[in-house]
């Protein structure tokens, strides 16, 4: 499956950004997705995942009442809204699929998209 990552973009702190992650080649329903950042100089880290059905859903600690995982399976699209935002938000975010249940785990992974940046200003 091919993921494209999109709707990154600059916003204010405190501002909400939606992105969007497009999956094509594969059955999108078959697939757990999960979304992940990476920061310059640091570790990609994980933000959230959603379950092939739609449920159940994890997030990062630092994430949960900020950030919404959703799936449309109709539209191959699994989404990241993000409200509240602060600077230390700013990353590359991935989308991430695998075959498997939905983990925090990178390597659980098998197909990632491109990133998409995000950047939170002051």
């Known amino acids: 499956v091919q993921l494209q990552a999109y709707g990154g973009g600059l916003v204010q702190a405190g501002g909400s950004l939606g992105l969007s992650c497009a999956a094509s080649g594969g059955t999108f329903s078959s697939y757990s997705m999960g979304w992940f950042r990476q920061a310059p100089g640091k570790e990609r880290e994980y933000v959230a995942a959603?379950?092939?059905?739609?449920?159940?859903?994890n997030y990062a600690n630092s994430m949960k009442g900020r950030f919404t995982i959703f799936r449309d399976n109709a539209k191959n699209t699994v989404y990241l809204q993000m409200n509240s935002l602060k600077p230390e938000d700013t990353a590359v975010y991935y989308c991430a699929a695998t075959r498997g249940s939905y983990s925090a785990y990178a390597a659980s992974y098998e197909y990632w998209g491109q990133g998409t940046q995000v950047t939170v200003s002051q």
């Open positions: 959603i379950n092939w059905r739609g449920g159940p859903i």
